[in-house]
Every structure is written in C-alpha cells, then in structure tokens.
C-alpha cells in the first residue's frame, strides 16, 4: 500500500506544473522637481521606452504594447517570452499588468503561464513602487532529468534578474529621461507667453 501510494504522490508530482515567482520594491528619491514626477508619469510610451528595451516595445494602441523579452538560458534551453502589456494611470501612479504571453524556446506548451503585476508612484519625495512576477509551466521535456526544485530555484533566479534589471534602469535610465523631460518643459513657452505672442500677432 505504501509503494503504491508513493508512486500515485510521484506521478501527481510529475504532473504539477512548475512554479517560481519574484518580486521588488522601490523607493527611489528624487531630489529636483519631484513635484514634476505625476504628469510625467502620463508619458507612457516614453516612460516605457525608458523603462524597458525600446527596440523590443512594440505599441499595439492606447494603453497596449507587445515586449519582446531578451532571451533566457534556462540549462541547455534559450527561452524568449513575448509579452502583452496593458498601461493604466492613475492621479499620481502607473500599473503595469502582463495579459498575455507566448513563449518561444520550450516548443509545444499549452500550461504557460506569466503573472505579472507593476505600480510606480509618484510621491512628495520620489518614486515608489513594487513589481511582482510569477510563472507556472509544465516541466519541458528536454529537462525531464532535471530535479524539479532544482528547476523552479533557477527560474526564481532568473525572474529577479529581470525584475532587478528594470529596478535599476527606473534609478538610471528613467531618472536620465525624467531630467531630459524636464528641461524640454522648461524650454516650452508657458501659457501667458503664448496668449501674449497670440496677441500681438493679432494687432499686427
């Protein structure tokens, strides 16, 4: 009985799908102009290409964008995920939300699954934020000889790899873009100019 019960445990072992997930947290300060930091978080496809590899970023229309993951090496396999995004704002935020994914490297696999769920939010100081990411998928079967936590701990590994990545490209990248915008603001005529410029335009 006890052989036979070990035997069922195995097989449903066998049959559960892998499972890893990751996440961040953020607290980034921004020492000029962090009043400025809610209207650019409405910038989004610029936020994004900031954010992500803007070669990669495809717009689908508002709000939607397809992201080509760089590829991964999970053991003797280069995985690639292909991302739908979904953007949505806030008074003083932005959610990033994953709504679909298609995998190419693991062939045929009809069980993948990427969770992912990111905030950003401005503050009086900076920016705050937290990303979660989370995968389940059925042990491919060129990595059937492979322990299965040995697998899900490299999956772990390789997920806050990518979340650590776009945690530092938000303090690089992101603040070198948010300082760029800033000084395109600065440059822009204000209101009051224009009207003034309007009218003696008009006079003349």
């Known amino acids: 009985m006890d052989l036979g019960l070990d035997k069922i445990m195995t097989r449903r ?14 607290d980034l300060k921004v020492q000029r102009h962090a009043e400025l930091l809610p209207e650019y978080l409405r910038q989004e496809q610029r936020l ?27 053991f003797q396999l280069q995985v690639r995920p292909i991302v739908s995004l979904q953007i949505e704002h806030g008074d003083q935020c932005l959610v990033m ?34 990303a979660n990411l989370s995968v389940s ?16 701990s490299t999956g772990e590994s390789i997920l806050t790899g990518i979340l650590a990545g776009i945690k530092a490209r938000v ?14 603001q600065a440059s822009l005529p204000s209101e009051t100019s224009r009207r003034q410029s309007l009218k003696k335009t008009a006079a003349v």
């Open 48 to 74: 994004l290409e900031a954010l992500l590899d803007s070669h990669q970023l495809t717009r689908l229309g508002p709000g939607c964008y397809r992201y080509l993951v760089t590829s991964l090496q999970v």
């Open 13 to 26: 072992t066998m049959s559960m799908p892998l499972a890893f997930q990751a996440s961040q947290h953020l």
């Open 137 to 152: 998928v059925s042990q491919p079967p060129l990595l059937k000889l492979i322990p299965r936590r040995m697998l899900e």
């Open 97 to 130: 939300r994953a709504l679909d994914c298609e995998l190419e490297g693991l062939g045929l696999v009809d069980d993948f699954k990427l969770t992912l769920e990111a905030n950003l939010v401005a503050t009086a100081s900076g920016l705050v934020g937290d």
């Open 171 to 184: 303090g690089q990248q992101l603040m070198a873009d948010f300082r760029h915008w800033q000084r395109e």
